[in-house]
DNA sequence: CTTAAATTAGAAACAGTTCTAAGATGGCGG
DNA sequence: CCGCCATCTTAGAACTGTTTCTAATTTAAG
């Protein structure tokens, strides 16, 4: 996909959800859309700044709320504590690291048994074992 | 089982593992054996409280790490911050109710699909939904 | 232009956990 | 049964990392 057109549909989506568009909020989507990280505040309030020198913590968070109740990305927690935010809103599995406590998507696949079990409304599998790049 | 015999297999599991054996170990380890609500420190503590009056935090968290090293009880973090610790050590999947938290084991199935992925060392399946309780 | 809404820096709140120094106690050897 | 001493418990302060708040300033968009 074209760099510009990548950067419409982020516009579009801006739009659509009636969220108003600034720089920052543009490069909080744009990551979280481009890379496949699962990036928490910390990494993406470091990230911003690399080019928006100065930016608020208060921003990233602001950002973050506002993009979840638009309903374009979702939040979650894995372990640890900080909170992490996934663009990816198709259903998935996550993978785990091990060792540097990388988490990656895992493309969806049916789990029978699980369905089964009383009053399962979501599930989810958690992989884990260690990442290709620490291997 | 008689309660006596269940206070004698938790005297033998400390006795074995080497730690000393304690009133507020005894209990921990006693209420993690028979409920299995898969408590938080906070939860340990009050409980504690309310037999061995003024018990510390700090002996919850020290009597906890003992046991976790004694391979006694396994300790795992779920979605929200405080670690939860777990004295069924067979491997299971857990159900976490949508309303009130709650977390139950689940008995272990396995999913075929999940060992493919690459470098699985392992896995676990988080249900969710509404617990029988809060139904 | 105007104005409601967003951004800023930094302080403050918050939860979970660890640390400290003083006092108590389990379990062994005698 | 007794006393010793390494180990445990205690209360509360301190610490760590995450998140929210504040009040002043800037900005997006009609």
Not at 25 to 38: A, S
Request: glycine share 6%; charged share 25%.
């Amino acid at each position: 996909m074209l760099k510009a057109a990548a950067a419409r549909k982020i516009e579009e989506a801006f739009e659509h959800a009636g969220v108003r568009r600034t720089p920052q909020r543009f490069f909080v989507l744009e990551h979280l859309l481009t890379r496949p990280d699962h990036a928490t505040v910390e990494e993406l309030w470091t990230a911003l700044n690399k080019r928006h020198a100065r930016a608020s913590r208060a921003t990233v968070y602001n950002t973050l709320h506002a993009l979840v109740q638009a309903g374009l990305i979702r939040e979650f927690t894995l372990d640890g504590k900080a909170a992490r935010y996934d663009a990816n809103l198709e259903q998935h599995h996550h993978f785990v690291c091990d060792r540097c406590g990388a988490v990656e998507d895992v493309e969806w696949f049916d789990v029978p048994a699980a369905q089964g079990a009383g009053n399962v409304r979501t599930y989810e599998v958690i992989l884990r074992g260690e990442c290709s790049r620490c291997r």
